[in-house]
């Protein structure tokens, strides 16, 4: 079976522009999660779709949306970029939505990241 | 916030060394994960504590999570040099949110 998947892998973009992110979860995860992790630094939670509703979301502005399609796929938008947004973005998905992290069902799989550059 | 605090950031040991990571915390954590991450790929889970004081081994990995439940440790006897990569620990926060430590880069030399 395929693992969670992300496109593109690198992308290039300048202050001011939007940049699309987009993933595919494991066949069967309802659950969809983005990370933003800095060079040096470990992820940090962006949102958590789940049957294509917003779970949570965490300390980033505006500018980051994201959104889940009827396939269980999800696109993270990231408008007006700026040098900081630089950074690889992780997308993780699971069955259910990681309450019970002791459960198999709630595992988060992580995909190989797509990579940002903004100059 | 709940935060987790990892250390050390970087080592570099030589093969067949052994080492110990930490990762602790102020708060207290319903269960603490551990994942290693190699360049151009996600994190990967090693394993889930989630009971005060539980061991896991997982061969010459041995998992450990405090009594308290504030802290955990990764003890790696032997390293290999397949062993390097960046080892994270995560917890769930009160929020149902994965907070992540800022890492160990680890680093095996043959």
């Known amino acids: 079976d395929a693992g969670v998947t992300q496109s593109p892998t690198h992308l290039i973009k300048t202050r001011g522009q939007q940049v699309t992110l987009r993933c595919s979860p494991i066949s069967g995860h309802k659950s969809v999660s983005w990370y933003q992790q800095v060079l040096g630094q470990g992820p940090q939670f962006i949102f958590q779709?789940?049957?294509?509703?917003?779970?949570g979301r965490g300390n980033f502005p505006d500018r980051f949306s994201a959104r889940q399609f009827p396939n269980y796929s999800s696109e993270l938008n990231v408008n007006a970029l700026l040098l900081g947004d630089s950074a690889l973005y992780l997308c993780?998905?699971?069955?259910?939505?990681?309450?019970?992290?002791?459960?198999?069902?709630?595992?988060?799989?992580f995909g190989p990241g797509t990579r940002l550059l903004v100059l | 916030t709940q935060l987790l605090e990892q250390s050390p950031q970087f080592l570099s040991i030589q093969e067949g060394e052994n080492l110990t990571v930490y990762c602790n915390s102020s708060s207290v954590f319903s269960s603490l994960q551990w994942y290693r991450q190699e360049p151009g790929e996600g994190p990967v889970l090693l394993v889930t504590?989630?009971?005060?004081?539980e061991v896991k081994k997982l061969k010459r990995l041995t998992f450990q999570f405090g009594d308290a439940r504030k802290d955990s440790s990764l003890h790696i006897t032997a390293a290999q040099p397949g062993d390097t990569g960046l080892y994270l620990c995560a917890g769930w926060s009160r929020a149902q949110k994965l907070v992540f430590g800022q890492g160990t880069r680890l680093t095996i030399n043959p």
């Open positions: 993780a998905s699971s069955f259910y939505l990681g309450a019970d992290p002791s459960s198999l069902q709630e595992t988060q799989y």
């Open positions: 779709y789940y049957e294509k509703e917003e779970r």
């Open positions: 504590v989630v009971t005060g004081g």
